[in-house]
DNA sequence: CCAAAAGTGTTAGGAGTACACCCATGG
DNA sequence: CCATGGGTGTACTCCTAACACTTTTGG
């Protein structure tokens, strides 16, 4: 009676970085039915004694070698009928990983894994689609209220960088000296270091507030 | 190897109304251990061919006999101690039920309901008064930038009514002529009828946008 | 000296906040 | 006529949005 109760349960990642000017999400290639050779999120299993959010961080180890990336739970998709193999509800979570710690392709993981720009998108398996729409929404609201956006750069940035950053993500142009008096009064310190690759050098700053890791 | 990886999944439901000017939650008194004769939240087994929205429903209907209200996915919980009995994964909901709406007990579940006021919780079984609050946080951040807060009210109403609504819920004072203009421009449609209980009659309201039901 | 990106202020409009009195009714 | 809750306007501050030129450097 328990037993006829239960129900597999998976979580699946939505891991977005930004690299060349793109959002980009970490996409597995299926290599089994059902939808062999589409694209799918990385996920897998909840183990009987592990946590949620264990379940996500051991995925997120095995696609892209480090845990040390902004975690939040997104939404459960729980549609009787979003996997043909039979019901599986999955507990989608969204990763934040930041240039310097997105080794380009997976570790340990068999399947073939990578880096596809949001505009590229293929389709994807079961109603993982959806779950990427959802992350982004998620992701485009949480820039507008806290400060989660320092997760996608590196440690060091300057502040044309983290322009550019909220500028692929709200997917629109913003004003340099609006955008620059905001950043004041958000725990920016300024560094005596500078960016030295265009032509005037452009000084650096860092993100005071806790960083994982 | 695939059994094994199956997990118990319940629905569990943080149900809110308005009552007597408080904020109340309704709970449930268990009737067997654990947690025997301790409040818990309304909740249960996900079906294997119900959604979890479907399974919230139910359990709605079984409690409040309506599912007449606002339902939304709240959080899913799966810590693996969250109950002593084993590993249940559970996908809170919370839903908001308008005054009319809400039998004062429940119809056809033989365990004992009660609405409770926020402030005078009692100690809850397993996670659950993480669970609330939670849910109070939620609609609170809600509240700011929705219009949610409609689903707590009767069709009609006064602007007295909706100020203390949202006084209960936020918890805290706010300014009558400030709260007044802000609702200009949300879409009040102000009726030829007068609630005449106090002394000066009352105008009332009604909120145009979609009401389920 | 020139191309390219860095850096910097002002103004106008809208939103939020603080604040106090008169009005209509039922008893 | 009075107690009770209903209803209304203004001034100040702060945030947002629009907008263009000068500076520094490497080549």
């Known amino acids: 009676m328990m037993e006829r109760q239960k129900l597999q349960v998976t ?24 939808f062999e050779k589409q694209y799918a999120l990385p996920g897998g299993f909840v183990l009987h004694n592990e946590s949620l959010e264990d379940a996500a961080l051991r995925e997120l180890r095995e696609e892209t070698g480090t845990t040390d990336v902004y975690l939040e739970q997104l939404y459960t998709f729980g549609a009787p009928d979003r996997d043909p193999r039979g019901r599986v509800v999955t507990v989608a979570y969204y990763a934040l990983v930041a240039p310097g710690n997105s080794p380009l392709v997976a570790g340990t993981d068999a399947a073939e894994a990578r880096w596809v720009a949001m505009e590229d998108l293929p389709k994807l398996a079961f109603d993982h689609r959806k779950i990427v729409d959802t992350a982004i929404t998620r992701l485009r609201n949480k820039l507008e209220y806290t400060t989660v956006g320092f997760e996608l750069l590196p440690r060091k940035f300057t ?3 983290l322009q550019e950053m909220y500028e692929i993500i709200l997917a629109k142009p913003l004003d340099k000296r ?3 008096r905001k950043t004041e009064g958000i725990g920016l310190k300024a560094l005596d270091e500078w960016h030295r690759t265009g032509r005037k050098p452009a000084r650096l700053y860092t993100f005071a507030k806790k960083r994982r890791g």
Not at 11 to 34: A, E, F, M, S
């Open 159 to 161: 502040l044309a960088q």
């Open 11 to 34: 979580v699946d990642i939505v891991i977005l970085t930004i690299q060349d000017q793109r959002l980009k999400v970490l996409l597995v290639k299926r290599g089994i039915p059902p």
């Open 178 to 180: 609006n955008f620059r």
